[in-house]
Nanobody, 122 residues
Framework: VQLQASGGGLVQAGDSLKLSCATS???????VGWFRRPPGKEREFVAT????????LLADSVKDRFSISRDRAKNIVYLQMNSLEPEDTAVYYC?????????????????WGQGTLVTVSS
């Protein structure tokens, strides 16, 4: 499965941003997850969506501000980020799971995109 994340940029606190993850057709039956790596910190789980979009899971730190969705016709998974905070600054990665339902741990994901940088200024 090939993935390409896009949509990152520099925004101010309180702004919104929508990330996109384009996947190859071979990933259409896989759950897709978003992870992020803040500067100087470990990679952390952000959100995941099942193969058909019927099940989603978001990290506690973002669940009231972010949402995840997918357009199966276009093979794109989106991460809508609202009310961004400086703490959301990170490189965001999308990844395809080895299963049809996503998980929160990186070892459940077999293919990773190149990442897109999100910078939130205060």
């Amino acid at each position: 499965v090939q993935l390409q994340a896009s949509g990152g940029g520099l925004v101010q606190a309180g702004d919104s941003l929508k990330l996109s993850c384009a996947t190859s057709r071979t990933g259409s039956n896989n759950a897709v997850g978003w992870f992020r790596r803040p500067p100087g910190k470990e990679r952390e789980f952000v959100a995941t969506i099942s193969w058909n979009g019927g099940s989603t899971l978001l990290a506690d730190s973002v669940k009231d501000r972010f949402s995840i969705s997918r357009d199966r016709a276009k093979n794109i998974v989106y991460l809508q980020m609202n009310s961004l905070e400086p703490e959301d600054t990170a490189v965001y990665y999308c990844a395809a799971s080895i299963r049809s339902v996503g998980a929160t741990t990186p070892d459940s994901y077999r293919s990773w995109g190149q990442g897109t940088l999100v910078t939130v200024s205060s």
